[in-house]
Structure formats: structure tokens, C-alpha cells
């Protein structure tokens, strides 16, 4: 049994056996030089390969207007759309006659030369490399046995969970009425058009997972959407477990979008900050459908990931405004940039680390580099003038940390007011608390921050020693191991004594069934994905906090009779 990890787009839970669809992507591209006498002949074969592509994506329109919603069809419009500008069939011909290639490899370098500019341009830009992937991969399969057999055909009716590196809109509308149980590919995002379909057709969908190393057609998998986690190959008493949860998880549908709506409150109208996790920015635009209290915690490493130079303050201060603008309202709690050795951008060197987990993270990386934070710190100030701007440090440590941290904040201020922008409101600090340390000092801490965020998923690994890089090792803790919890609890003590908030994130949060523990804890702010939004929503309107009986020693004592045996 094997336990991947992605991001979830449909929330749903799927059993079933794999078909894998991976060389689409890996098709090699015919590239060859022509001759002068043979210009036309590929005009030619250029000319029939589009009118078929065009006739094929009008077929899609009509055939998606009819089985799909209005979205569909809008998506394969624009994708005839496409194909119908003569700038590409010119830019196509035209790079036939001048660099005497193929129509294939012509096709391949025109639609390569748009997707290079869309890269360039500002985040929101980016979704449309995708249509240019899509609609270039349609025009190019006329050309390149289309018609052949797929490499691995959905058996009958039989229900099957498709496993693909890249996933088309066009796969989609094509699986339509094939009995697909979910969808999981290696890349992908929030608002490709192929998540906007699975969402329309209400499919469990998760990308982000390394399928193409693991997968093999007919391996059996579990797509849990719920916990973005796919589990491939599972034991059979995993397996039982989820059958169950699919049974509860189809009789809970509709009350998850029921309650969506409405405040989060438990049985008893104990009001309960439920906010959300934000770690790229297209996760904002499925947002619409809940009542949320906030983000509670924005990472800003996308940002900085996938480039090749760092973000400059103006890209950084457009991002931030956008996001806070949207919501001004709500605390948008924004976290400074955290680098650590699985999220250290290329073009930020580091010296070598025996120990990368215990060693250049937090305010120990701002010596190294101090200027990448004071542009990100001054885009941060001021983006909060339009709205409900929190900062938040990662990894605090000690007092030291924050220190270094806040004399940064106070430096970017001073630089600002050089440049005469005006700084019109004190913007609140937090702190992650995420190591024992940190725990251990939360009564100096909190003096110096105005909230505090749990950070349960490195504080586990801090706690115990073990890395989370190593899956096997630590899958082997319980998640609520007893000395994680003790520091939790402390933590709520000493900072609930000061009238401050603290915050529980990380993938205990997810958890809906520990929130009877969390409630008698006295946490009562949370921050979820957003994927598991409602569904922790509705666990708490379901719980009656004045009837929670010595939840935290049952947990302990039960957690500790399961190490014994």
C-alpha cells in the first residue's frame, strides 16, 4: 500500500481500479526538413488537418451544450475559437515556407512560441496555456494517427478511476458516459477547463500527484478527495474502512451544501472561526460557494516557485492586493516566505546541509536573504491598506526570531516612508508556533505578537523527530500522539489567559471527528483547506460542547493503550 499526496479540486472518495492514459504527453512530435517542391503539399495537409479539427470541436460544442452545462460548451467554443484566428494558421503556413519543416513540428513551434508568451505574462494569463495545450493537442492528433487504439481502453462499463499526467477537457466530454469514478493527474490547477468540467459533472478530481512513477493500468487505488490522498494499491482492511465512508460520504452530499452557507456554530450556538488554507492563488476562486471567517493562512511560497528570478515588490504587492481586496471584510492572514529544503526556488542558493529540517528555515534564512524579505515585507505593507492584512512569521523558534522578524517590519516602514507612501494603520503580527520551543516559550512569545498560529504538521515533526520526508517512519506515529497534544493544549492555555487568538492549521484540522477534542481543548479558530470547509462545518453543528466529558484525558489514555499493543 502506497499513500500519495495532491490537492483536491472535487471532493468525493472512489475505489476502483486504475486505467492510466499517459502517453498523450509523450507523444513524439515527427520533425523533418522539407523541400521547396514539397511547400505545398504540407499547406495542403495543414489546410485538411485544421478544417477536420475545426468540424471535430464543433461537434464538441453541440455534444457538450446537450450532456454538460453551459460551462462545457463555452470551453470547447473557445477552443474553435482558437483554431479559427488567422494569426495561428498564418503564423503555421508561414513557418512551413520559411524554416522548410513539417506541418506537425510547424504546429508543435507556433503553439510553443504562444504558451512561452502566456508564461511571461501576469498569473491570470496562465490558465490559457492550457486551452493553447489542449487545442494543439486536438490539431495534432489529425495528423498523427488519431484514430488508433487508446493504450489503455476503459474496460465495458466497468467502473474505473482514470490516471493520467495531464488531463484535456477533451478526455472529459470523451469519458462522459464511460462509468468514471474519479479523476487523478500529475499536473493540472484550480480553474483549468478541465477542473471547471469535473466540477460541472460532480466527479471526485485531484492533481497534483506523482501518478506517473507509481501507477500501472489495472492496479487497484482509493481516490480520497476528501483528504487529498490517493492510496494506491490498499490493504483490505483500508479498503473496508472506505467503503463505509463512501456510503456515509453519499448520505452527507447534500447536507455539505446545505450548510455551506451558513455560519460555523456547534448544536449548542458556540460561534467558531472557521477559516481557510490558501496555497495558490486560483484556490481564492472556489471560495464563492462557502461562508468562510477569514483565510488563516495564505502560503506565499507560489509566489516565489517557478521562476527564475525572484518576484520583484510591485508583482508581489498586485498579488497581495488583489487577494486582500477581495475579501476586506475578512483577516487575510499572509505568511511570510518560508524556505525550507522542499521549497527553496532555484534561483535562491543555499549552502549544504547535512540536516536541511534543522537547519536554514525561518528567521535564520532572512541573514542569507535579507532583500527577498523586505520586498516581500514591503508589498505586504502596503497591500494592507486595502484590506484586513495580517502577517504572519514562520518557524518562530524563540524571542530572538521574532525580533529579527519585526526589525525587518520596522525597516521596510522607514524605507517606504523615504518614498512618501503613506502607512496609515498598524498591521497585527503572528507567530507559527511549530516547534516544542516555541511551545514551550508561549507566555514570552504571545507578549510580542497580536495571535498565534498552530502549525501542527511541522510541530508533530519537531515534537517526535522525524522528518516528513520520511513517509514511512512517520506514518508509524499516531497523528494525535499524545505529546503533540500536550503541547496543543498548552499552547490554548497560556494564550487564551492573554485574550489573544490561536489558530490551529495543518492537516489535524482537516480532521472532522477530533473536533469534539479540539472544542474541549477551548480552540475555537480553525483553518481547513477548503476542500474540507463545509464537511468540518457540519461535524460542528452536529457537536454539543456543554455534553463534551474529559474528551482530552479519553484521547491520551486511548492513544497510549494503542502504543502499548
Do not use: W
Request: charged share 25%; with cysteine; glycine share 4%.
Amino acid at each position: 500500500m502506497k499513500i500519495l499526496k495532491g490537492q483536491t479540486i472535487v471532493s468525493g472518495i472512489a475505489l476502483g481500479k486504475i486505467c492510466t492514459i499517459f502517453n498523450e504527453e509523450e507523444k513524439t512530435i515527427p520533425h523533418y526538413s522539407i523541400l521547396d517542391s514539397q511547400i505545398d503539399i504540407e499547406i495542403i495537409r495543414f489546410n485538411k488537418g485544421m478544417d477536420k479539427a475545426r468540424n471535430q470541436l464543433q461537434e464538441y460544442v453541440e455534444e457538450s451544450y446537450k450532456t454538460l452545462d453551459g460551462n462545457a460548451s463555452k470551453i470547447f467554443y473557445s477552443h474553435y475559437m482558437i483554431l479559427k484566428d488567422k494569426n495561428i494558421s498564418s503564423s503555421i503556413i508561414n513557418s512551413i515556407k520559411n524554416n522548410l519543416i513539417n506541418v506537425e513540428h510547424a504546429i508543435y513551434d507556433v503553439f510553443e512560441n504562444f504558451i512561452d508568451l502566456y508564461r511571461k505574462k501576469d498569473m491570470h494569463f496562465h490558465e490559457l496555456i492550457h486551452d493553447f495545450q489542449d487545442v494543439r493537442e486536438t490539431l495534432l492528433n489529425e495528423f498523427m494517427n488519431s484514430d488508433d487504439d487508446e493504450p489503455c481502453p476503459i474496460p465495458g462499463k466497468s467502473p474505473i478511476i482514470i490516471v493520467t499526467k495531464r488531463l484535456s477537457p477533451y478526455m472529459i466530454n470523451d469519458m462522459f458516459d464511460k462509468n468514471v469514478l474519479a479523476f487523478v493527474s500529475e499536473e493540472g490547477g484550480f480553474t483549468t477547463h478541465a477542473s471547471v468540467l469535473a466540477r460541472s459533472m460532480g466527479i471526485p478530481m485531484m492533481f497534483n500527484v506523482p501518478v506517473t512513477s507509481f501507477c500501472n493500468c489495472n492496479d487497484f487505488a482509493i481516490v480520497d478527495a476528501e483528504n487529498e490522498k490517493f492510496i494506491l494499491n490498499p490493504d483490505n482492511s483500508t479498503i473496508k474502512d472506505y467503503e463505509i465512508k463512501v456510503e456515509v460520504f453519499k448520505q452527507n452530499q447534500e447536507k455539505y451544501k446545505s450548510i455551506s452557507k451558513l455560519p460555523a456554530k456547534t448544536k449548542d450556538n458556540l460561534n467558531v472561526d472557521l477559516k481557510v488554507n490558501i496555497n495558490l492563488p486560483n484556490e481564492i476562486y472556489l471560495l464563492k460557494e462557502h461562508n468562510f471567517d477569514g483565510i488563516g493562512l495564505l502560503r506565499t511560497e507560489f509566489i516565489f516557485l517557478g521562476k527564475t528570478q525572484p518576484p520583484s515588490e510591485d508583482e508581489q504587492f498586485q498579488t497581495y492586493k488583489k487577494i486582500v481586496s477581495l475579501y476586506k471584510d475578512k483577516p487575510v492572514t499572509i505568511r511570510l516566505l518560508d524556505i525550507g529544503s522542499d521549497k527553496t526556488p532555484a534561483y535562491l542558493e543555499l549552502p549544504h546541509q547535512v540536516n536541511p529540517d534543522l537547519g536554514i528555515k525561518g528567521a535564520r534564512s532572512v541573514n542569507y536573504f535579507k532583500e527577498i524579505f523586505m520586498n516581500q515585507i514591503k508589498a505586504l505593507i502596503r497591500a494592507a491598506e486595502y484590506g484586513n492584512l495580517r502577517i504572519l512569521y514562520p518557524m518562530v523558534t524563540d524571542i530572538s526570531d521574532i525580533k529579527i522578524f519585526s526589525g525587518l517590519i520596522e525597516e521596510a516602514k522607514n524605507e517606504l516612508s523615504l518614498r512618501n507612501i503613506k502607512i496609515n494603520q498598524e498591521i497585527p503580527i503572528g507567530a507559527m508556533i511549530e516547534t516544542p520551543s516555541a511551545a514551550i516559550m508561549i507566555d514570552q512569545i504571545i507578549e510580542n505578537v497580536d495571535f498565534v498560529n498552530i502549525g501542527s504538521n511541522d510541530l508533530f515533526q519537531y515534537t517526535l523527530a522525524v522528518s516528513r520526508e520520511h513517509q514511512d517512519i512517520y506514518s508509524s506515529y499516531p497523528i494525535f500522539h499524545p505529546a503533540v497534544l500536550r503541547l496543543i493544549k498548552m499552547v490554548v492555555e497560556k494564550v487564551t489567559e492573554k485574550n489573544k487568538e490561536v489558530c490551529l492549521c495543518g492537516e489535524i484540522a482537516n480532521i472532522e471527528e477530533a473536533y469534539p477534542l479540539f472544542l474541549d481543548m477551548d480552540l475555537t479558530s480553525f483553518s481547513v483547506s477548503v476542500s474540507k470547509h463545509s464537511v468540518v462545518k457540519l461535524k460542528l453543528s452536529e457537536i454539543d460542547k456543554t455534553k463534551i466529558q474529559i474528551v482530552f484525558d479519553d484521547f491520551i489514555n486511548k492513544i497510549r493503550n494503542e502504543n502499548k499493543n
